[in-house]
């Protein structure tokens, strides 16, 4: 094989424009890297979830989801103590964060047996990147509040929270839409593409493993506080980087919209990101209440649970569904604004 030298020339990518080879499917440059996942934004933003390819076979998250209750049934079992529990959890995360690394090195062999492998894994790396997904979900409740009212917004945030709908107001659902775009730009999109950035398929895959893992047994009830310690515990840390740059996106696309605050962003940020019951949440959170002026998070109701959060930010507590589309606005100029990074990163690595 052809050794990368220092300008770049040996990589693949440039390759592929000089003599036309093969383009290997899991590029070993990271400007290669970079062209793909900037290539894979466009395509996710132009053709979303793909439905028509989903309606017959499943979703990577679909088949990740069901592993993981594979051994949630088998292994969280409660006639165990916890200490068994727990490290029972910590055997799935292992087990299923290897499986998924594996997954994503075979499927880069597998896309590099073609001529075109790298439009492959581009398609394969928009299909996981929650960029244009996320987007709809949250207009969908911008969408119901104006169109049906509470109802509607009760309806459509059922989606993407798992708070009682019913325990919400119009201001609640609103606010309740806006966090969770703010919380899932960082997990949905900047993590994943850092995640493929840094290490190619494996890492994507075994990142949004992990993700799926916190956001099925990362819960702090009785059936997953031990068996699932682990899985919130390594999703803290492996989203404890992209949290901050993803604050940071927010606080920069602030300055591109109307009435956007990017100096009261980086006040609230730094201020009130630590009032987050979580170690992430709270850095694009506050990010966002500042830019736009308002105050999110408090008290809130999971099931008969009540959660007495602080709030984030100084602003209006009583969001409205504009005020979601103003964070649209926002969270597109942020997404356009990590492709110009991704970009800038590219053009560094040669």
């Not at 990518?13 to 970079?34: E, I, K, N, Q």
């Not at 075109?116 to 990147?129: H, R, S, Y």
Request: proline share 5%; glycine share 10%.
């Amino acid at each position: 094989m052809e050794a990368i030298d220092q300008t770049g020339r040996g990589s693949p990518f440039f390759r592929s424009m000089t003599t036309l080879p093969y383009f290997l499917a899991m590029p070993a440059h990271l400007g290669d890297r970079v062209f793909v996942l900037i290539l894979a934004l466009v395509v996710d933003a132009i053709l979303g979830e793909m439905p028509w390819l989903f309606a017959h076979v499943p979703h990577p998250v679909v088949l990740a989801g069901r592993a993981i209750a594979f051994f949630d049934v088998r292994l969280n079992r409660e006639n165990r103590d916890d200490a068994n529990r727990k490290l029972r959890g910590i055997v799935t995360l292992i087990v299923l964060i290897s499986g998924a690394a594996s997954l994503g090195a075979a499927i880069s062999v597998f896309f590099g047996c073609f001529s075109l492998g790298w439009v492959l894994e581009c398609v394969f790396v928009a299909i996981l990147v929650a960029q244009r997904s996320l987007y709809d979900h949250v207009a969908r409740v911008a969408i119901g509040l104006e169109t049906s009212g509470l109802a509607g917004g009760r309806d459509a945030i059922r989606h993407i929270v798992g708070r009682d709908p019913e325990s919400l107001d119009e201001y609640a659902v609103a606010r309740a839409a806006i966090e969770s775009l703010a919380e899932n730009f960082s997990d949905g999109v900047v993590a994943p593409a850092l995640a493929y950035l840094a290490a190619g398929l494996p890492g994507l895959l075994a990142y949004k493993m992990v993700n799926t893992l916190d956001s099925m047994i990362g819960h702090r009830n009785d059936r997953y506080r031990a068996f699932g310690w682990a899985a919130a515990r390594f999703d803290d840390l492996v989203n404890l980087i992209p949290a901050r740059i993803t604050g940071m996106l927010i606080v920069a696309a602030a300055a591109f919209v109307p009435n956007g605050a990017p100096a009261m962003a980086w006040r609230i940020m730094w201020r009130d990101h630590a009032r987050h019951r979580s170690p992430n949440g709270g850095w694009p959170e506050s990010a966002i209440a500042g830019a736009l002026d308002l105050a999110l998070l408090g008290p809130r109701h999971y099931g008969q649970v009540v959660v007495n959060d602080p709030w984030l930010g100084d602003g209006r507590a009583k969001a409205t569904a504009a005020d979601i589309r103003r964070a649209l606005g926002l969270y597109w100029i942020a997404c356009m604004l990590l492709a110009g990074l991704l970009a800038v990163v590219a053009v560094i690595a040669g």
